[in-house]
Each structure stands twice: as C-alpha cells, then as structure tokens.
C-alpha cells in the first residue's frame, strides 16, 4: 500500500474490500495479498459486462444507421469515400464492393 495523505485525510470511509489493503498493517496486506484473486476475477467480470454494453449498443446505432426508415448510413459511406477522395488523395483507395 502506498501512503497518501491526502486520500487520509479526505476519504470519510477507508477503502475495503479484496486485494485491497486499508492501512499498511500486517494483517490488512495480508488479507489483500490473499484476496486478490477475488479482484482480478471481478476486474474480468466486470470488463466482460462492459464489452457486452459496448457491443449491443454498436448493433443497436449499426441497425438505425443502415435498416431503419430514411436511414443515412449508405450515403454516409459514399460521401466520406468521396471526401477521402478529395482532401486526402490517397495514391490507393479500397471499398468494400457490394455490387457482386
């Protein structure tokens, strides 16, 4: 654990939990020491559930970007082509071809 001062004297309740030390007391590392495990699971959990949020929300905007009525998301495509295009000039520019 490393000491802070400010987090000592501003902090109403001492942090707790697993992998956590609240004071550099032997038997508060101890117990972090033991338990971090418990928070690097948790930590994996919790990125999980996170990425899920992340996901759902990307297929949700994707959806009402592309499929929706009056949707935008072709034009969108062919008009940032287009400005890639003008502003950038790149010596070799690649689509996608859907017209198979």
């Known amino acids: 654990m490393i000491p802070n001062a400010y ?3 501003h ?3 001492p942090i707790r939990g697993e992998g ?17 495990d418990v928070c690097i699971e948790n930590n994996r ?15 949700y905007r ?15 495509f062919f008009d940032l082509k287009e400005k890639i295009k003008k502003e950038i000039q790149p010596d070799y520019l690649k689509f996608c071809n859907f017209n198979r």
């Open 62 to 76: 994707w959806d009402k970007f592309f499929y929706e009525k009056d949707s935008t998301g072709v034009e969108f």
């Open 20 to 36: 956590i030390a609240p004071s550099p007391a032997e038997e508060d590392v101890a117990y972090a020491e033991s338990t971090i």
């Open 45 to 59: 959990k919790f990125i999980d559930v996170c990425w899920v949020r992340v996901r759902n929300f990307i297929q």
């Open 7 to 9: 987090m000592d004297e």
């Open 11 to 13: 902090l109403a309740l």
